[in-house]
């Protein structure tokens, strides 16, 4: 019988209780594996500079070992460090905080597996949100949307970093995962690179997990970070990314409608009929999330429809501050340079 061999690596960085749920759903997954194939696997949590990860808690998993790095070097390093370290070839990448289902693993294999000219493939996300913070279903609903509308498979411009599978030699091959700091884009890095050797990653409707989504308070932090470190990803790529990201052509336009009322309201005594076109810029920027807002009416909480509007706009105030960030982190080693040839 053919032996199916992978390691599964999970970068953490004080995960909690979290771990442990994600731990559980990975054995179950693995038991629903065994049952159609023979397995050797191992489980490398990869521990990111964090306290010590406990992992006392009942469960029958093979080789669940814990590597502590010494210092934080964010989720890419660690995720790539996994990768060096690893016994075997197929390599599953799975963050601390999701509860992936029963299937996942073996869907995931079966599909790498059958499709054509794959370079990664992973699951698409279901729309339960383990998180019970009010504001945190927004979150949900946003980082959800786009895919609502997939049958089977999507071809995906970034690579489904939180839970995908690869092959090792083809990870080291296109240069590995990249390391951001802060709150990442490495999985727009890496999956440029994977499309740049002519191979497909591939999100799956076959299979699916769910996670903690964040709040929009930590969101909207991370939005602004992501964004200053894809400016430069998106200007060397010059394309917007597939649907399903938050960095799509139509949320870069909401977010410049945006940024169109911020600056009405700031020149506000400027004009000669500033309510009117407040107005106007208002009503266009919703026309243009309607059909965001018209799928969290139908799958979210409908009676929350003022707060997604006012969450829109949050995200797109996030994106526009980040874009800033990321200008100034461009240009900043420009004048840092002259400087110091004028030093000289």
Request: with cysteine; glycine share 6%.
């Amino acid at each position: 019988m053919k032996q199916y061999k992978f390691s599964i690596i999970i970068a953490a960085y004080n995960p909690g209780k979290k771990i442990v749920q994600c731990l559980k759903s990975i054995e179950k997954s693995i038991n629903f594996f065994l049952q159609k194939k023979n397995l050797t696997y191992e489980i490398l949590i990869i521990n990111d500079g964090g306290e010590e990860i406990n992992l006392n808690f009942s469960h029958k998993l093979k080789k669940l070992k814990q590597i502590k790095i010494k210092k934080n070097r964010g989720v890419g390093y660690a995720r790539q460090y996994g990768a060096k370290i690893s016994k075997y070839n197929r390599l599953f990448f799975i963050d601390s905080d999701l509860v992936i289902k029963k299937n996942t693993l073996y869907e995931l294999f079966k599909d790498f597996e059958s499709l054509k000219n794959v370079g990664s493939v992973g699951p698409i996300q279901d729309f339960k949100n383990l998180n019970k913070d009010f504001s945190s279903d927004f979150v949900c609903a946003k980082s959800c949307y786009g895919y609502e509308n997939v049958i089977k498979y999507i071809k995906f411009s970034a690579i489904k970093s939180e839970c995908c599978l690869i092959n090792k030699s083809f990870l080291n091959m296109v240069g590995g995962w990249g390391f951001f700091p802060n709150a990442g884009g490495e999985e727009f890095d890496l999956g440029h690179r994977i499309i740049d050797k002519g191979k497909i990653n591939y999100l799956t409707r076959n299979t699916s997990y769910s996670t903690y989504w964040d709040n929009i308070a930590t969101r909207c932090k991370n939005i602004i970070l992501r964004t200053s470190n894809y400016l430069p990803i998106f200007l060397s790529r010059k394309k917007f990314e597939t649907s399903g990201s938050f960095a799509t052509f139509p949320q870069a336009i909401s977010a410049f409608f945006t940024l169109l009322i911020i600056i009405s309201l700031l020149f506000f005594n400027y004009f000669t009929e500033p309510k009117k076109i407040i107005i106007i810029l208002f009503i266009s920027n919703l026309i243009i999330e309607f059909n965001f807002l018209r799928f969290t009416f139908k799958y979210f909480n409908k009676y929350k429809i003022i707060f997604y509007i006012i969450g829109t706009f949050l995200i797109n105030i996030s994106i526009i501050i980040g874009f800033f960030f990321g200008i100034f982190n461009i240009i900043k080693p420009i004048f840092f340079g002259k400087y110091q040839f004028n030093k000289k």
